[in-house]
């Protein structure tokens, strides 16, 4: 079993900056990719950033250059680093990790973080 908390969340003004973490714990042997997803009311959820092992990285057309993604591998946790918030990123944000344990492969979620970005 694997867990993933998320922390980080909260109402930031647009144009501001927040940054979200989510550390994985359990029987973890591998961790390949990890990532970020985000799902607004009324929408589905949609991938947002994802950062492998190796440490290349995807984003979302609509937060390039506005949100960073990293990892530290030692510590099994990855970051997002959010800046210049629009409101439309207001979402509940879930991180995401895969890879393998000694009862094999698994894709965990985390519980979700809420972020609101006021206009």
């Known amino acids: 079993q694997v867990q993933l908390v998320e922390s980080g969340g909260g109402l930031v003004q647009a144009g501001g900056s927040l940054r979200l973490s989510c550390a994985a714990s359990?029987?973890?042997?591998?961790?390949?990719?990890m990532g970020w997803y985000r799902q607004a009311p009324g929408k589905q959820r949609e991938l947002v950033a994802t950062?492998?092992?190796?440490?290349?990285?995807n984003y979302a057309d609509s937060v390039k250059g506005r949100f960073t993604i990293s990892r530290e591998n030692a510590k099994s946790t990855v970051y997002l680093q959010m800046n210049s918030l629009k409101p439309e990123d207001t979402a509940v944000y879930y991180c995401?990790?895969?890879?393998?344990?000694?009862?094999?492969?698994?894709?965990?979620w985390g519980q979700g973080t809420q972020v609101t970005v006021s206009s």
């Open positions: 950062i492998t092992s190796g440490g290349t990285t």
């Open positions: 359990g029987n973890i042997l591998s961790i390949n990719a």
């Open positions: 995401n990790a895969a890879g393998w344990s000694p009862a094999g492969k698994y894709n965990s």
